[in-house]
């Protein structure tokens, strides 16, 4: 809107194009969007509350869409005073909807929405694409409904990560969206346990549920394991690994991307000066969160049949296939879980609760038993390691495999197109991963062409054949590089991590190391 109304709009007005007086007089009067719904609060609140419409899902994810670029809106992303509510200024957006008496109803939905079932795996299902077409019939929406759902989830998390950085004041839309008490300071705020009667179930406990499902309850909890023999033909599903096995499997076999998302929104809040305090001592004392989780390291890619696939090979000869997006969700979910635990080693350490650093120290640096569930099947294998090692060396080698995507490009040397530079397409992504973006590649190989049309080397039919060839060359080469640079940078940012646990157990806690452990660690 801000092309329209700050560019297009002045423009028209200072051209030659007649205009009706009376349409010139209203288009002068045109507001950004946000900024009517800034004398129309109701409104903002009747948006959150259709995230729970069950009747069309699309509308709901729009509803969460929305809301999003509300919160970033620079109308509501400000502080004023509401003095019925807080002694303090807050968020213009979070006082809006809590003078509403709808509160409770838009915090329900969030809860609904998180913690709605998707049986069907981001890894063999594909991801919802809006449709343009108004004609598309009830059957197929229905077959694509689990899709939707899980971009709707996708999208609450995003708006949720978004708003719990370091950089963003709070308390705002996402800390009320996640049930803490907007009106307390942070050292009085409590978080309840869910298990309590009273407890009203949150959007922070659907999150931490999801990432308990990824930690076996105990040793009779059935693990789910790999095949040993690489899958034929690209066709290895995660169903094979499920026959037999329980319908509660953990989120990063079947959602990897949204529990990364979760790993991720757990790290923030751990460092957000508003909710670290609360939040590490919530996960410390109520759910063993870094213990347990720490002990489920390192995490093992699920196979994948749907995505942009490949295979990740490993030192021993084993190959999972499984997609680029698999591999990098996988990987940053240890990232982040890595970097939760050395916040939390670092705090127990300078503290004075020995205890639980001396545990955590023990899970990085204990060599599993052979038969352990928690040793990764990779590990297992025969040519694999033939003795258990410490759990921070096996998270390290975890690290080591090669990407061997399933698109091949073929070796093609260009000639129409070799003077373009393709570096000019590089954006990067919300992961800070610098990718070549395809809506400038298009827009770069279309002017190419017309200039190549204007200059008459597409006037035959031998002509035009050799720019589909190029363009379908360049297309391919580029989806591959930017497969590899996601893969790559996902990788880098585990190491780091990996990198930084390690040099607080070394810095800080070497002295609740074992005697006997000390000399293989270093």
């Not at 009830?138 to 759902?149: P, Q, S, V, Y």
């Not at 489920?296 to 295979?311: D, I, K, N, R, T």
């Not at 955590?360 to 099947?377: K, Q, R, S």
């Not at 990996?498 to 006997?516: G, S, T, Y």
Request: net charge negative.
């Amino acid at each position: 809107q801000a092309a329209f109304l700050e560019v297009a709009l002045p423009a028209l007005s200072e051209s030659s194009v007649h205009v009706p007086q009376d349409k010139v007089g209203r288009l002068k009067a045109l507001t950004p969007i946000d900024q009517a719904f800034l004398y129309n609060s109701e409104v903002v609140v009747q948006i959150a509350l259709l995230v729970a419409c069950e009747d069309d899902n699309e509308i709901a994810l729009c509803a969460v869409q929305i809301l999003a670029l509300v919160a970033a809106s620079p109308f509501f992303d400000v502080q004023q005073k509401f003095p019925e509510q807080s002694r303090t200024k807050m968020n213009r957006l979070v006082g809006l909807l809590q003078a509403s008496p709808e509160t409770l109803r838009i915090q329900e939905a969030f809860v609904f929405r998180l913690s709605e079932d998707v049986p069907e795996s981001e890894l063999e299902a594909p991801e919802w694409q809006p449709s343009l077409d108004d004609t598309v019939n009830a059957e197929e929406k229905a077959t694509n409904a689990d899709g939707l759902r899980r971009a709707i989830r996708a999208a609450i998390l995003d708006l949720l990560l978004i708003n719990t950085r370091t950089d963003k004041t709070a308390p705002n839309v996402a800390h009320l969206l996640l049930g803490f008490d907007i009106q307390a300071r942070s050292d009085e705020m409590q978080i309840d346990d869910p298990e309590a009667a009273d407890t009203v179930r949150t959007s922070l406990h659907v999150v931490l549920d999801v990432l308990a499902q990824n930690v076996a309850e105990d040793e009779s909890e059935v693990q789910v394991r790999l095949p040993a023999a690489p899958c034929p033909s690209w066709k290895c599903t995660l169903a094979d690994l499920l026959v037999g096995l329980p319908p509660q499997v953990s989120a990063l076999m079947r959602h990897p991307t949204l529990a990364a998302q979760c790993y991720r929104l757990v790290r923030q809040l751990c460092i957000h000066p508003f909710t670290s305090a609360v939040v590490s001592r919530y996960l410390r004392n109520r759910e063993q969160f870094f213990l347990r989780q720490t002990l489920a390291l390192p995490f093992s890619v699920p196979p994948a049949s749907q995505g942009a696939l490949g295979a990740a090979q490993y030192g021993d000869g084993r190959q999972v296939v499984t997609s680029s997006a698999a591999v990098c969700a996988i990987l940053r979910s240890e990232a982040e879980l890595l970097e939760s635990a050395a916040l939390e080693l670092s705090v127990l350490a300078t503290g004075s609760d020995v205890r639980r650093a001396s545990e955590l120290v023990t899970a990085l640096l204990e060599t599993p038993n052979a038969m352990d569930n928690d040793v990764p099947t990779f590990l297992e294998q025969n040519g694999g390691l033939e003795q258990g090692l410490p759990r921070m060396l096996e998270i390290f080698h975890s690290f080591d495999f090669a990407w061997h995507d399933s698109i091949t490009p073929a070796e093609y040397r260009l000639s129409l197109f070799a003077e373009l530079r393709f570096d000019s397409c590089l954006r990067r992504d919300p992961n800070g991963c610098e990718m070549y973006d395809f809506g400038a590649l298009l827009a770069l190989l279309g002017a190419a062409r017309r200039e190549l049309q204007n200059r008459g080397l597409l006037s035959t039919a031998q002509q035009q054949e050799e720019v589909k060839r190029e363009t379908r060359a360049i297309v391919e080469t580029l989806v591959v590089e930017n497969h590899r640079r996601e893969i790559q940078h996902a990788r880098y940012h585990a190491l780091k991590s990996w990198r930084n646990l390690l040099d607080i157990v070394l810095a800080k806690a070497f002295d609740l190391v074992p005697v006997e452990t000390r000399h293989s660690l270093i």
